[in-house]
Structures are given as C-alpha cells and as structure tokens.
C-alpha cells in the first residue's frame, strides 16, 4: 500500500474514533486495534513485495549469475570450486565447526560429488551490493537431495556470499551461512 494511502487511512480512522462517545471505549480500543494491524500488514507486504520484485543492475545480475552457476556446478556434480573460490578464499557454513579454506572446501565439494545427488534446488537473492570489484549477496535457498543410501532430504537455508572481481571475472573470497537448524 503507498505511504500516502497509509496516511489517509490512519487520518480517517483516528477522525472516527475521535467521534466516537466516551461511553464506548471497548470500540475505540479495537478500531486502533486494527489500525495497528492494517499498517503493520501494509508495512511488511511492502518489505517483501520490495525484497521479491526488486529490480536488479547490470552488475547485480553478473554476481547472481556466478552464484547460480555455482549451485548448477554442484547440482552437475561438476568441481566449481577449481574455477570460481578465490586463492584467499575463507568461508564458514553452519555445518563446519570453524572456517575453511580453498583447500577444505575442495575436499568437502569433492566428498558430497561422490556422497549425494541434488534433485532440486531453487535459490531466491535477496540482497545484492556492488561495489567496485567487491560484491555482497544475500540470498536463501530450498534444496532437495538424494543420499548413497537413496534417502531424501529437503533443506532450506540462506548464505551471504562475498566476492571479488579478479582479472574480469568473479571469485568467492567467502561466505557465512548454510542449512538452518530446524531442518535436522
């Protein structure tokens, strides 16, 4: 809803409880009630409307494309991490009792190419900054996968991924984030 028919909204339901008699406070008291609701509800639809429907930069769409080009790698169960982490790279994920390296993540990659298959995945930005050759991206995911064992797992979590544009072309230098806990 737009901040002016907020407004409006909030002028002409505090003139009616203004009208109303003193004898009916109960009223007055739940017509507020659900002032408060309404605004609150057109505040958050907005913040996730902005956050869904945002509209994205030259530079922006380059980051996201590294990002899901790193998920397809994992998905093709392709070694990415060769190609796409930076030499200094240091990322820590939910799972990992302390950060790891270039080195670690090419192992754990390695491991889960051998351990499991991913059926799907979707992946949803939710905040991208550029800025010069640094960027910051902001995103959650939904994955489903498959295990030796053919048990199936579906996941949700989110990441925050920093990377740098080396010699044209963009590198994680690290992430935070992962599966949510609620998922086990």
Do not use: C
Not at 18 to 34: A, C, F, Q, W, Y
């Amino acid at each position: 809803m737009p901040k002016l028919n907020v407004i409006a909204l909030l002028a002409i339901l505090n003139q009616i409880t203004l009208t109303k008699s003193i004898n009916n406070r109960e009223g007055v008291k739940r017509m507020r009630h659900l002032l408060t609701v309404i605004v609150l509800m057109s505040a958050f639809g907005a913040a996730v409307s902005q956050a869904h429907g945002q509209t994205w930069s030259k530079k922006q769409l380059e980051v996201w494309k590294v990002i899901e080009v790193s998920w397809k790698a994992i998905m093709d169960k392709e070694d990415w991490t060769t190609s796409y982490l930076h030499e200094k790279f240091l990322g820590w994920d939910n799972a990992r009792p302390m950060p790891q390296d270039k080195s670690s993540a090419r192992k754990w990659n390695r491991y889960g190419i051998e351990n499991s298959t991913t059926l799907l995945q979707e992946l949803y930005p939710v905040g991208i900054i550029v800025h010069d050759n640094t960027a910051i991206v902001h995103y959650f995911y939904s994955q489903a996968a498959e295990d030796r064992k053919e048990e199936r797992k579906t996941v949700h979590g989110r990441y925050t991924d920093i990377l740098v544009k080396v010699k044209g072309k963009w590198r994680f230098l690290g992430w935070s984030g992962g599966d949510n806990p609620t998922n086990d």
